[in-house]
Each structure stands twice: as structure tokens, then as C-alpha cells.
């Protein structure tokens, strides 16, 4: 059973930090490229920042400079570094991560990527 696990979310006041951890875990094969996403109240879940398998990263122009993505590969764990948190940071955070998966057909064995979503940490900042 392939899952990403979160951990890190709460509440926090206006200026502070928190760090959040997503690892995945199962039969996984390879893990390419690794993000984090955010959803708030009545608006569509959007991209907070991603990492490739290479170390490349992705910010939302709202949180450059203040968030700061990285990933433990020998852990298969992505973090998501938050400071200076500002009250409209409030919002469920997911973590996306693309999976290669191992199959057997019966005579060989290949592989096949798949996206897993993560269940969601609630991220509160109070002004």
C-alpha cells in the first residue's frame, strides 16, 4: 500500500515558522518530482512549491523567499520550511508526489508512474 503521510501542520502566530514533513512509503520503485499545494477556504488548491528529483525547485511568487522546499531521498520524505507566516497563509496543505511504481506482468517486471495525494495538514496563522 503506496502512501504519502503528513505531519507538521498547526497554529501559529503571524511571524512564526512551521515545518512541514511528507514521506512516502510502500512498494515504490522511484520518486520523480515531489510538491506542496494549499487549499483554503472557498478558493482552488493551488501550487505552494515543488522539487525535482534532480533538486530543482518551484515557488508561488506569494511565498519566494519565506518557504523553502527540500527532500530527503534516502527517506523518501519532501519538507516544506515555512517562515515569516502571514494569516493568509491559512490553509489545508497537501503533498503531491510523483510515484514510479513496480509491476510484475507475470513474466517481466516494469515500472509506471502514478501521482499520490497526500491527507491534508490543517497550516494556522493567527494575526
Known amino acids: 500500500q503506496v502512501q504519502l503521510v503528513e505531519s507538521g501542520g498547526g497554529l501559529v502566530q503571524a511571524g512564526g515558522s512551521l515545518r512541514l514533513s511528507c514521506a512516502a512509503s510502500g512498494s515504490i520503485f522511484s520518486i520523480n518530482a515531489m510538491g506542496w499545494y494549499r487549499q483554503a477556504p472557498g478558493k482552488q488548491r493551488e501550487l505552494v512549491a515543488a522539487?525535482?528529483?534532480?533538486?530543482?525547485?518551484n515557488y508561488a511568487d506569494s511565498v519566494k523567499g519565506r518557504f523553502t522546499i527540500s527532500r530527503d531521498n534516502a527517506k523518501n520524505t519532501v519538507y516544506l520550511q515555512m517562515n515569516s507566516l502571514k494569516p493568509e497563509d491559512t490553509a489545508v496543505y497537501y503533498c503531491?508526489?510523483?510515484?514510479?511504481?513496480?509491476?510484475?506482468?507475470?513474466?517481466?517486471?516494469?515500472?509506471?508512474?502514478?501521482?499520490?495525494w497526500g491527507q491534508g495538514t490543517q497550516v494556522t496563522v493567527s494575526s
Open positions: 503531491n508526489a510523483d510515484l514510479g511504481l513496480s509491476y510484475y506482468s507475470g513474466s517481466y517486471y516494469y515500472t509506471k508512474n502514478k501521482g499520490y
Open positions: 522539487i525535482t528529483s534532480g533538486g530543482s525547485t
